[in-house]
């Protein structure tokens, strides 16, 4: 076979694998890595690397290796899913670093954990005070889940007993130009509706829209392709006219 059609069969059978693989594992494992999760995604892309590129070898065992390290993976999910134990095992426990303003070393010290590593993760939840804490946690994913003193939170409405209304989340309407018509539809709306309320802003066309969504109280946010900004803000160093 000629090598480049090789290359070609192999990187499309490894990405299809690959991809079977990771839709299998389910969207927790992707987004929030935990060891486990860390080493199989080193394992998973080595093994398809070499499927691709090391074209003196045959395909198959490494294909048959790609499919295993899967299922293994798979096999490791369903068992953490089923029972406590081996989820414990597997993906790790939540260990506290920070309790009613004080760190707790021995578990600093068993996460091999350093304060600089803590006081980081602390700044990127807006927390510059170990003081402020009430609990600091280190998830198994390597994330720090930080709750405040009670008098360090910011106020809420309940807190004021204040009534809110109900906020949801935005509907997509246009993306790229495109009419999602099944969101028109789930908000009991048609496509002619829409052509008109473009036209209250001097759209003509759906294809000038960027993106437009809907939110709970039935406003209409537009953005078109073309935005009508005289002066746009740069927070870069260059000066005007320089190139990036």
């Avoid at 068992?79 to 260990?95: D, F, Q, S, T």
């Avoid at 001097?202 to 002066?231: C, H, M, P, T, W």
């Amino acid at each position: 076979m000629n090598p480049f059609l090789d290359i070609l069969v192999r990187g499309a059978g490894a990405f299809i694998t690959v991809i079977i693989i990771s839709r299998a594992i389910g969207n927790s494992q992707v987004g929030q890595l935990t060891i486990s999760d860390f080493v199989n995604a080193i394992l998973i892309g080595s093994v398809a690397a070499n499927m691709v590129t090391n074209l003196n070898e045959s395909g198959w065992p490494l294909f048959f290796g790609l499919v295993l390290i899967g299922l293994f993976t798979l096999g490791a999910e369903t068992l953490a899913l089923k029972y406590r134990p081996a989820r414990k095992i597997i993906e790790g426990e939540p260990v506290i670093l920070v309790h009613n303003g004080k760190i707790l070393e021995d578990n600093m010290k068993k996460l091999i954990y350093h304060v600089d590593d803590l006081m980081m993760q602390l700044r990127d939840k807006n927390v510059f005070n170990i003081a402020d804490v009430e609990f600091a946690v280190s998830e198994p994913n390597g994330k720090l889940s930080v709750l405040l003193k009670s008098q360090k939170r910011p106020v809420t409405p309940g807190d004021l007993q204040l009534p809110t209304t109900y906020e949801g989340v935005p509907s997509e309407l246009i993306s790229d130009g495109v009419v999602i018509r099944q969101n028109l539809k789930q908000n009991n709306l048609t496509e002619e509706w829409l052509y008109k309320e473009l036209e209250k802003q001097g759209i003509k066309s759906v294809k000038e829209v960027f993106y437009a969504s809907l939110d709970s109280k039935g406003r209409l946010y537009v953005d078109k392709k073309q935005d009508d900004l005289r002066n746009v803000t740069d927070i870069t160093d260059k000066l005007p006219g320089e190139m990036p």
